[in-house]
């Protein structure tokens, strides 16, 4: 039923209606005004925001955490028992008697975080003793995959004729790379 003789205003986006004489108005609620647009401004900024920070995720990260260089005796053990006091001890008997080796082993700690843009790849880089100017050396490499929040171990095997031939080993560097780009290392003191 419309109201006779009222006077209706407009206020933004909120319709009024006064009656002659009353001193009372009527307000028909709030519109698509200001607050309104602005909320809406809000909401597409909020999303605009979370969509450009999703697509510029932050590039890989990653380190070498601990590297175990440790001799093999001619069975292919590092240690007689699971235990690591005796790992230690036998170790150092490998150590001592070298005739005993057949070679060494390179357990690798490492970590990733983040999206790769390349492959990544686990170096290990030996050197041996000097031989006329310069000491020997040799590269170990393998392709490892990220995957998870926890670290990852890689094995490098040094064993049989390439043992032999390298002969003992004086210094080590383990790297991570990411393409071209190096992500973390470990280096022996003698490196």
Same mark, same amino acid.
């Given at each position: 039923?419309?109201?006779?003789?009222?006077?209706?205003?407009?206020?933004?986006?909120?319709?009024?209606a006064e009656e002659p004489g009353?001193?009372?108005?009527?307000?028909?609620?709030?519109?698509?005004?200001?607050?309104?647009?602005?909320?809406?401004?809000?909401?597409?900024? $909020?999303? &605009?925001?979370?969509? #450009?920070?999703?697509?510029?995720?932050?590039?890989?990260?990653?380190?070498?955490?601990? @590297? /175990?260089?440790?001799?093999?005796?001619?069975?292919?053990?590092?240690?007689?028992?699971?235990?690591?006091?005796?790992?230690?001890?036998?170790?150092?008997?490998?150590?001592?008697?070298?005739?005993?080796?057949?070679?060494?082993?390179?357990?690798?700690?490492?970590?990733?975080?983040?999206?790769?843009? $390349?492959? &990544?790849?686990?170096? #290990?880089?030996?050197?041996?003793?000097?031989?006329?100017?310069?000491?020997?050396?040799? @590269? /170990?490499?393998?392709?490892?995959?990220?995957?998870?929040?926890?670290?990852?171990?890689?094995?490098?095997?040094?064993?049989?004729?390439?043992?032999?031939?390298?002969?003992?080993?004086?210094?080590?560097?383990?790297?991570l790379w990411e393409g071209t780009?190096?992500?973390?290392?470990?280096?022996?003191?003698?490196?």
């Open positions: 039923m419309p109201i006779t003789g009222s006077k209706l205003t407009r206020r933004g986006g909120a319709v009024k009353l001193k009372m108005s009527v307000e028909f609620g709030a519109g698509g005004g200001y607050l309104s647009n602005m909320r809406r401004f809000l909401i597409w900024l $909020a999303v &605009l925001g979370g969509l #450009v920070s999703a697509m510029s995720a932050p590039a890989a990260t990653g380190r070498v955490m601990k @590297v /175990l260089p440790q001799f093999l005796d001619l069975k292919g053990r590092n240690s007689l028992t699971p235990s690591l006091y005796e790992r230690d001890l036998y170790q150092a008997t490998l150590l001592r008697e070298t005739n005993q080796c057949s070679g060494m082993r390179f357990n690798v700690q490492w970590k990733a975080k983040g999206q790769t843009t $390349a492959p &990544l790849k686990i170096q #290990v880089e030996l050197r041996g003793v000097a031989h006329g100017d310069y000491p020997k050396q040799l @590269v /170990l490499e393998k392709p490892v995959e990220p995957g998870g929040r926890l670290s990852h171990w890689t094995v490098f095997d040094l064993v049989g004729e390439a043992y032999k031939d390298f002969g003992r080993v004086t210094a080590w560097r383990v790297t780009r190096l992500l973390g290392e470990q280096k022996s003191f003698l490196w």
